[in-house]
């Protein structure tokens, strides 16, 4: 320090001129060096600028697009100061900046606990908008025949089968006339139902002793086949492409082949342990799919009975589906898990691409795993899965990466004893949300809308006297079917919208 003091003091007067001029100079060129960084136009925001916008966008949209990409250099600074309140790690951080543009005039902001999940985190399209709809209520009682309407009360964001709807303004979003036809000659508890492939019409549907009932719900409905075979519950069943057969799974560790003119059962596959679920492959109608309490994805020659090939997975397989080109297969098991299976539409190959694991500690089977091959929320195609406890979740599906599956959203429910499943609604004009129905123990039908993530619960269709354990669309999508553990199923009619 003393060697420096006096080397200090024994500058020239010149010399300490020369540094300040020096000095000066510096701090003029990191000045200078600085505002041209500052007046470096981005090309992104420049060609965004330049783009006239077109007569039916949205000027809100416009405005707030192109402030974000003047931001976009800094916005991750700013995020990542103001992102605290929505929770700690990588996943929260994730979802607060993928949030809707209008996230914060439309919700308040609170942390991403298991009670606030109804959220929907959707990708940055038009159709990202929370929009609030409203609905009505049609209610009866089987025994008594009286209709009463159902007001919406306000409730929190984790759902319950007993929340009331909460009633807004005139435009009803999902309405019901009443009951088209009420089907009660079976004496079990109906499991499984489904409408034939583009069908409006056709309805069958599986019983826990063993039966299939096989019915039209057109003027005058009635039950046109029984079909007797099955010794224990009927797990699952699904129809071929032009409705001439149905495969049916079972308890009793069989799979039938059954053909719907005559009645008859052509074809019997007798496995190990229970079949659980099963699919008609869309395209080649000649693959089977079943999973069953083995462990094992098992795709059969129609024709011939044969086993094709096999996969085996963690747990016992409990659902599935296709999506619509037949080379994905997702399955859900005892375990709560969800894989992505890619399948060879030619030789019926299968091998494992994905696995979406629960988070929770609890794992429940997985009873719905459902395919749609379009969401209005997403932009693309999505997945809905419903687990026994009540948790309904929804998932991106990356075609193009061998089906990728992005969390969504997540809708909590009041946890189940029986096996509950769900469906997604029929698509609705893009100001409505989107839409699911699942039944409930509480002996209701239940609508939920996606895009609310408090006030998820639109909708209530009363009239069932048991549990409510599956629900159907048909083609049409003007009706709604259900059935519940006293073996009765309501086909509900649907109020026409304009």
């Known amino acids: 320090m003393a060697e420096q003091l006096s080397s200090s003091t024994s500058t020239s007067p010149i010399e300490a001129n020369n540094d300040n001029i020096s000095d000066n100079n510096n701090n003029h060129k990191d000045n200078k060096n600085k505002e041209n960084k500052e007046n470096v136009i981005d090309p992104e925001l420049f060609s965004c600028m330049l783009q006239p916008a077109t007569a039916d966008s949205d000027p809100d949209y416009i405005g707030v697009r192109r402030l974000l990409l003047f931001r976009k250099a800094e916005s991750g600074v700013r995020r990542r100061l103001d992102w605290r309140c929505n929770g700690k790690g990588y996943v929260a951080y994730r979802n607060y900046i993928r949030r809707p543009r209008n996230w914060e005039s439309q919700t308040p902001s609170y942390q991403s606990t298991p009670g606030n999940s109804g959220r929907w985190l959707p990708s940055s399209s038009p159709l990202s908008l929370l929009y609030e709809v409203d609905s009505w209520s049609s209610s009866r009682d089987l025994r008594s025949g009286n209709l009463a309407s159902s007001h919406r009360t306000s409730f929190s964001s984790t759902a319950s089968d007993s929340d009331q709807p909460r009633r807004q303004g005139p435009e009803p979003a999902y309405s019901f006339v009443g009951m088209h036809c ?35 719900v057109s003027d ?34 069989t799979v039938r082949v059954w053909e719907l003119t005559k009645g008859d059962c052509i074809r019997v596959i007798y496995g190990v342990s229970s079949q659980l679920c099963i699919r008609f492959h869309p395209v080649n109608n000649n693959f089977l799919s079943v999973g069953n309490a083995n462990k094992e994805i098992t795709v059969f020659n129609f024709s011939t009975g044969r086993i094709i090939k096999k996969l085996v997975v963690d747990s016992e397989v409990t659902s599935m589906d296709h999506d619509h080109t037949g080379q ?69 599906v990356a075609l193009e990466i061998q089906g990728y599956l ?41 609508f939920y809308d996606l895009a609310k993530p408090k006030h998820s619960c639109v909708n209530k269709l009363q009239g069932h006297r048991f549990p409510v354990v599956a629900v159907a669309w048909n083609h049409g999508e003007n009706l709604l079917a259900s059935s519940d553990l006293y073996g009765i199923v309501i086909v509900w009619k649907r109020a026409k919208t304009s």
């Open 182 to 216: 009420i089907f009660d000659q079976c004496k079990a508890a109906v499991t499984i139902l489904k409408f034939g492939h583009m069908s409006s019409d056709l309805l069958a549907y599986g019983a826990s002793d063993g039966t299939l009932t096989i019915c039209t």
């Open 328 to 396: 994905l297969l997702f399955c859900g098991d005892a375990q709560g898990c969800i894989y992505s299976i890619s399948m060879e539409s030619h030789s019926g190959a299968l091998s494992r691409s994905h696995r979406h694991r629960t988070t929770g500690k609890r794992k429940c089977p997985v009873t719905t795993v459902q395919y749609r091959s379009f969401s209005l929320l997403a932009g693309g195609p999505v997945l809905l899965t419903c687990t026994q406890d009540g948790n309904l979740s929804f998932f991106s």
């Open 406 to 446: 992005t969390f969504r959203c997540s809708l909590k429910l009041a946890p189940r004893v029986h096996s509950i499943r769900a469906s997604f609604c029929p698509l609705l004009s893009l100001e409505k949300g989107e839409y699911i129905v699942a039944g409930s123990e509480d002996s209701n039908v239940y």
């Open 220 to 253: 005058p409905p009635k039950v046109i086949k029984l079909l007797n075979g099955h010794s224990k519950d009927v797990t699952d069943f699904d129809f071929s492409s032009n409705n001439q057969y149905i495969a049916s799974s079972s308890m009793d560790k």
